[in-house]
């Protein structure tokens, strides 16, 4: 669902990169003004590195000719909170386009606001958190995780056709493009939704003190991690390095709604990945991720000690 540039005007793109450097400067000041728990911050590095993996995985969707990805915006906020997850879905948005040419540099305020503040921001608190509040379970993280998975990305989709249409680039029909568009990523978002809600209850079976809106969530005082630290660098490893081989070679839910609405419009993920570059680039961008989503919460909760000290 990464835009390309080709598909913005500047005035747009620099639009929705003001937008998003507000939406992270909130952020940024959420997670000082609230308790970040030092044991959460390698969750935080390892779980943004896990989502980078799984966003090389594209899965065929049945009877379309097209694929999907994972975005992972409520996977993350359901380990970590709104704001931390959204900064580390930046944090692996900024890494796909300056390393992998995954989303144009024009268009990094529209991803980064289409896939990261959308879900984390505003579809978390508004959908996830209430589904959840008091005493999550199994059932209510699934419900929850469906539904605001499915609506972030039904969201994030519908954005982006709204950010096409204002740039003015392109000759795309608006009612044809939203029609191509909103359908996919419905059930691009369904399938998101289950595969979160199996991570979600899995950790919460390991360590319901993992998950953000479990009542013990902000406190891991004395509570070891590190089992589930192991379960998710395996997994990252396994999913950028094993699964990544086996990604599926149609477009995209936007190059497929693109193909479909007009011909000759450049897609956001142009060209042809061999199996081992996919899985070389997973491992080294989620190695990457984890270094820069753990390290902005480490320098993070380090401020924040040192201004409590004075």
């Known amino acids: 669902m990464h835009m390309a540039d080709a598909l ?24 000082k003004r609230d308790e970040l728990n030092e044991k959460k911050i390698p969750v935080m590095g390892l779980a943004g590195a896990m ?16 694929s999907g990805h994972i975005c992972g915006g409520i996977l993350l906020a359901g380990l970590l909170g709104g704001a931390p997850a959204f900064l580390s879905l930046t944090a692996v948005l900024i890494i796909q386009c300056l390393f992998f040419a995954d989303g144009g540099l024009l268009a990094l305020g529209c991803n980064i606001f ?4 959308l879900p984390c921001l505003l579809i978390y608190p508004l959908i996830f958190k209430p589904f959840c509040k008091g005493s999550p379970d199994n059932r209510s993280l699934s419900i929850a995780s469906v539904l605001s998975a499915t609506a972030g990305l039904s969201l994030g989709a519908f954005c982006i056709v709204i950010q096409t249409l204002l740039s003015g ?27 979160t809600a199996a991570v979600l209850c899995f950790v919460f079976k390991m360590r319901p003190e993992l998950i953000d809106v479990s009542p013990s969530g902000k406190n891991l005082n004395g509570v070891s991690i590190k089992k589930t630290l192991v379960v998710l660098t395996v997994a990252t490893v396994l999913t950028g390095g094993a699964l990544s081989l086996f990604a599926s070679a149609h477009p995209d839910g936007l190059e497929w709604a ?7 419009i450049p897609g956001p993920e142009a060209g042809q990945k061999t199996a081992a570059g996919t899985s070389a680039a997973g491992l080294i961008g989620a190695a990457i991720t984890f270094l820069l989503a753990g390290s902005a919460g480490l320098v993070i909760s380090k401020v924040k000690k040192s201004r409590r000290i004075k």
């Open 51 to 66: 989502v980078f993996a799984g966003q090389m995985v594209n899965f065929t969707i049945p009877a379309t000719g097209s």
């Open 114 to 117: 289409n896939i990261g503040a």
């Open 258 to 264: 693109l193909e479909k609405a007009a011909s000759g």
């Open 169 to 195: 680039v392109t000759a795309l029909p608006f009612s044809t493009f939203a029609a191509l568009m909103l359908p996919i990523h419905f059930v691009i978002g369904l399938i998101e939704g289950t595969v």
């Open 8 to 31: 913005l005007s500047p005035a747009v793109g620099l639009a929705m990169d003001a937008v998003s450097v507000a939406a992270i400067g909130i952020s940024v000041a959420k997670v």
